[in-house]
């Protein structure tokens, strides 16, 4: 993780009490072992912030923030986790010693390379062997200002243009290669360029750095069409928005973000004037950059070009977000053959936002994407289909009212009974469901026996780590078949062995990347008081035996199926495997 030293961090965290931190951004009240307050983060009337100064860490069950000083730092100061790091450190009198400065100085020598880079195909652009860059630019019609504004450029077509540019000396070599910009042959014997005959397009962080480049293909029959610097110390792509920056005032004002897939097509609707627009990096959308662009708007519309292999992800990983609720929506073009930057030169900017107002949520998407064309009423074989696409989704939906509301609407696509529909997509009745309070969905009933096993189980091992040992040669990560809960397992596990056998939660909280898995971790810790029903080593032997019982159904499965295709030696080989894991659940008690 970043660049100061796991030492340093530690250091930090012990000479750090979150509560008088905590203390000084809101009114902490006692009770008990911890402290509440009304949430800094969200709007609300009854406290449900907790900061349990025992574990030094804080949750709030209203919005799901938690973690420890650090990230409460990040939250609180909007800043990087470096930058966190030193603010804490000055607050406690922990001087960052000089290497680490050595080490900002390397990362700032790259932020300039980066920048010279910048400045080289910009200039290269101008010139004669630049005329098809030039051409391409104005078929997308593209103003001067707008190539400007973005520092579009022109990386020559040759192996060495830039380091001839830029390289001076071995140390020099050393830096482009890690800003990305060039790469080594023959380990180092010489270097070559990473982006030839490529249209450029800088890649800026939140604070305005170049700290990568997308380069578009200009001939043909170059592979591949986009290609994206690798990552490196200053550019991680799944932080990272193409124009977030420039747009992030206009976000925060019309409370909503344009998402796109390519920087050209953010590019356009810019220029044409819309300007709440990011790109992604990749095809689908990751969990972070949707927690960074929750943190800034409510309403999210996703402007794909139709059908790609990351729709699917992206839809996923919305449903999946737990800390601000999003509204999102998808954008669809009537013409499969458009995408924003054709639509938009053609259409204008008005016909655009025509297009905005008539998005539609995406669980309303995704049910007209399948059935269309489909004669009404739909057949039971294309109902089945859509179900058991629909069973990997709506059980993601983190949020119990969006997830009953998306049952609801499924059902009257379907014409199918709402209760019914909700057993077969989550296995519970919708009853259930309705006694869920708004805002207490974190500690919903969404938590089957099974699932509450699993969690008394690491908040055990949470509370006793010495425990680890005894139940390690029985528990692995597969008997967690909740797969945060199998991370977080993971997590906990390495974090033990890796620091002397004891198990601080605010360490494993800051080594998981997902704020989604930090938020359930949080949430597991400020709730240690919840004794199991039964003793730890039943609860452990009650889970692996689930998972081995899980994998014997399979087995038996597989057995039918070599049955029937008269495969006997599998069907030998299967039924060893049935013998020997029947025998490890009776040798579990
Ligand atoms: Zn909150």
Wanted: glycine share 4%; net charge negative.
């Amino acid at each position: 993780m970043g660049f100061i030293s796991t030492d340093l961090i530690s250091q930090i965290r012990e000479q750090t009490d979150i509560t008088s931190i905590i203390g000084s951004y809101v009114r902490l009240v006692s009770s008990g072992n911890s402290y509440k307050a009304l949430c800094p983060f969200h709007k609300e009337k009854t406290a449900s912030f907790h900061v349990i100064p025992d574990k030094q860490i804080y949750h709030c069950f209203g919005c799901g923030k938690g973690g420890d000083v650090f990230s409460f730092i990040m939250e609180a100061e909007h800043l990087a986790f470096p930058e966190a790091v030193k603010f804490l450190a000055s607050k406690c009198g922990v001087t960052i010693p000089e290497n680490q400065d050595h080490q900002d100085t390397r990362k700032s020598q790259q932020y300039v390379f980066l920048d010279r880079a910048a400045s080289f195909f910009q200039n290269c652009l101008k010139e004669s062997q630049a005329n098809h860059a030039r051409a391409y630019i104005d078929k997308r019609a593209l103003s001067d200002d707008t190539v400007k504004k973005f520092r579009i450029g022109y990386s020559p077509n040759s192996w060495d243009s830039l380091i001839k540019h830029l390289a001076k000396n071995e140390e020099d070599f050393k830096i482009l290669e890690e800003s990305g910009l060039i790469k080594s042959k023959n380990e180092g014997e010489s270097y070559y360029d990473v982006f030839r005959n490529r249209l450029m397009i800088p890649i800026l962080d939140i604070h305005g750095r170049v700290v990568a480049f997308g380069g578009r293909v200009l001939s043909e029959e170059d592979e591949p069409k986009y290609l994206n610097s690798s990552e490196t110390e200053t550019f991680n792509k799944r932080r990272m928005l193409f124009n977030l920056r420039e747009a992030i005032p206009l976000i925060r004002r019309q409370n909503s973000v344009i998402i796109v897939e390519g920087y050209l097509d953010a590019i356009s609707l810019w220029q044409s004037g819309i300007k709440n627009v990011v790109a992604t990096l990749g095809t689908a959308i990751s969990a972070e950059q949707i927690h960074i662009l929750a943190r800034n708007c409510e309403v999210l519309y996703l402007c794909y070009d139709a059908d790609t292999a990351g729709q699917r992800a992206t839809i996923r990983a919305i449903s999946m977000q737990k800390d601000a609720p999003v509204n999102a929506r998808i954008v669809a073009f009537d013409n499969p053959e458009d995408d924003p930057d054709t639509f938009i030169r053609r259409e204008g900017p008005e016909n655009f936002k025509k297009l905005l107002d008539n998005a539609k949520d995406i669980y309303t998407f995704l049910i007209e994407n399948r059935t269309r064309g489909l004669s009404s009423p739909l057949e039971i074989p294309v109902k089945e289909k859509l179900i058991q696409e629909f069973k990997e989704l709506v059980p993601a939906i983190h949020s119990s009212i969006a997830r009953s509301e998306v049952i609801r609407k499924i059902s009257k696509l379907l014409d199918m009974d709402s209760n019914v529909l909700e057993k077969e997509l989550t296995g519970k009745e919708q009853i259930q469901e309705k006694a869920v309070k708004p805002g207490k969905n974190l500690i919903s009933p969404r938590l089957n026996a099974e699932i509450q096993r699993q969690e008394w189980v690491l908040k055990h091992l949470l509370e006793k780590p010495n425990r680890f040992e005894s139940v390690r040669s029985l528990l692995g990560p597969s008997a967690f078949s909740d797969t945060d809960l199998r991370k977080i397992f993971e997590a906990m596990s390495f974090q033990q062995q890796a620091s002397d056998y004891s198990l601080r939660p605010a360490e494993i909280l800051s080594s998981l990347d997902d704020p989604a898995l930090a938020s359930r971790l949080s949430e597991l810790i400020t709730t240690l008081e919840d004794r199991p029903d039964e003793p730890f080593m039943d609860c452990v032997k009650g889970l692996v035996k689930n998972h081995f019982e899980f994998e014997l159904k399979e087995i038996q499965e597989e057995i039918s199926k070599a049955e029937s295709q008269e495969d006997y030696l599998m069907v030998a080989r299967l039924s060893q495997q049935q013998i020997d894991l029947k025998r490890k659940i009776d040798m579990l008690y």
